[in-house]
């Protein structure tokens, strides 16, 4: 006769104890939610937004897991189907990432609507991204300013949602729009990361330093958990 017991739990879905991020989700019913999206956007997509790409790809999977948003780039003057730009590989693996695999793409409008959050390498990016789609005005920033804006986050501010999710970048988002205005703003050379290409060796090691020295505030941000 047929079995009234329920099916069995697929293992897929038991927590691991290296994957905080995916403890928490799966204290949550919703299990299944979709993680989060995020865009990194500089202007070739070589030097830069790569850079960003890989490291926060890293240091999210390391805290989150299976459950760690993904985290994709492109340039609003792309060299399309390029690979990384050899100097600023040089710096990523310095600092732990790979390039491999990497390819350039264009920025596009479907781009920046399909994500949750927008991190840009200057403000004049950001501009760029709510010209070509106004309704991010709501979740692009520079990548600095956003680290800014959000480093002294408390996670008690945030809904109970298991990090990685779509949930809580949105709400992180709306953390940080929220600071807008109530600090005083970095200024433009501050919220800026300095353009490597074609340049001397010290401007790679500069873009990675300003990358790195903003980087612990923007993943503390996206893993940050309530209590």
């Given at each position: 006769m047929p079995s009234d017991d329920p099916p069995p739990v697929s293992s897929r879905w038991l927590p691991r104890a290296r994957a905080p991020c995916e403890l928490a989700a799966h204290r949550r019913l919703t299990?299944?939610?979709?993680?989060?999206?995020?865009?990194?956007?500089?202007?070739?997509?070589?030097?830069?937004?790569?850079?960003?790409?890989?490291?926060?790809?890293?240091?999210?999977?390391?805290?989150?897991?299976?459950?760690?948003?993904?985290?994709?780039?492109?340039?609003?003057?792309?060299?399309?189907?390029?690979?990384?730009?050899?100097?600023?590989?040089?710096?990523?693996?310095?600092?732990?990432?790979?390039?491999?695999?990497?390819?350039?793409?264009?920025?596009?409008?479907?781009?920046?609507?399909?994500?949750?959050?927008?991190?840009?390498?200057?403000?004049?990016?950001?501009?760029?991204?709510?010209?070509?789609?106004?309704?991010?005005?709501?979740?692009?920033?520079?990548?600095?300013?956003?680290?800014?804006?959000?480093?002294?986050l408390d996670p008690s501010s945030l809904p109970d949602a298991g990090p990685g999710s779509t949930e809580h970048l949105q709400s992180v988002v709306a953390a940080a729009a929220a600071r807008r205005g109530a600090q005083p703003p970095l200024s433009s050379a501050d919220a800026d990361i300095v353009d490597p290409f074609r340049r001397e060796d010290e401007v790679f090691v500069q873009m990675s330093q300003q990358v790195l020295a903003s980087m612990p505030a923007v993943v503390d941000a996206l893993t940050s958990q309530s209590r």
């Open positions: 299990a299944v939610d979709e993680t989060g999206q995020i865009l990194i956007v500089c202007t070739g997509n070589i030097c830069r937004s790569p850079f960003i790409e890989r490291l926060l790809t890293a240091e999210l999977r390391a805290r989150c897991g299976d459950r760690a948003p993904s985290v994709r780039s492109a340039g609003t003057g792309a060299l399309a189907g390029q690979a990384m730009d050899e100097r600023a590989a040089d710096q990523l693996i310095r600092a732990g990432g790979s390039p491999d695999g990497f390819l350039a793409r264009q920025l596009t409008p479907e781009l920046i609507a399909a994500a949750d959050l927008v991190l840009t390498a200057t403000r004049t990016h950001r501009g760029e991204v709510a010209i070509m789609h106004p309704k991010a005005l709501r979740y692009v920033f520079t990548f600095r300013d956003f680290a800014d804006l959000l480093a002294q």
